[in-house]
């Protein structure tokens, strides 16, 4: 669909794309990485707030025009873009405990986050499942997502990952809970 080649790596950004999910740095962290890294696409699904296209509009053709850069827009088969990705950028400036964050680790996709932006860059510490790097600081979470780019995680690292997510974060337990509440 996006015309990504077998050796191509992805890098992927979801959420509504606003200034909160730092839409903004995903596409600085993007400017950054694909200068070493030309095979290597970025990936936002979600909608995207119009004032900021409208700001960012110059630079996201430019981007896009690369082939490397993709607004995937809302998607309903999120699993397939999971399941593709080599690495996902956490972006947000601030998201308490982003679900998106659990979705990509429960595929066994290692999480890069900006420290002080909630409750996902403790738990990625805590778990080992990813990097965390000072907040809003681009060229550092462009180091670390090519890291890890060059750094796969193993199999054995990546079922550890799922391994978390379905022990500690099963669907099944948190609708329990919320029955439970209502």
């Known amino acids: 669909e996006f015309g990504i080649g077998p050796a191509d790596k992805m890098v992927l950004g979801v959420g509504y794309a606003d200034l909160r999910k730092g839409f903004d740095l995903f596409l600085q962290v993007w400017n950054l990485v694909r200068q070493r890294n030309p095979d290597v696409h970025f990936f936002w699904a979600g909608g995207i707030d119009p004032g900021l296209h409208e700001w960012l509009g110059p ?54 986050a900006f420290e002080d932006s909630g409750g996902i860059p403790g738990f990625l510490m805590k778990e080992s499942v990813g990097r965390v790097v000072p907040y809003c600081d681009v060229p550092e979470m462009a180091q670390a997502v090519e890291n890890l780019l060059r750094r796969a995680p193993s199999e054995a690292e990546r079922a550890r990952m799922t391994e978390i997510i379905q022990t500690n974060f099963a669907f099944s337990d948190y609708v329990r809970d919320l029955l439970r509440l209502a």
Request: net charge negative; glycine share 6%.
């Open 59 to 112: 630079e996201i053709k430019r981007a896009e025009a690369t082939g490397r850069f993709h607004l995937a827009g809302f998607r309903s088969d999120m699993q397939a873009l999971y399941s593709a990705s080599d690495v996902y950028a956490l972006t947000s400036r601030e998201d308490p405990f982003p679900t998106v964050a659990l979705e990509a680790l429960s595929v066994g996709v290692p999480v890069v």
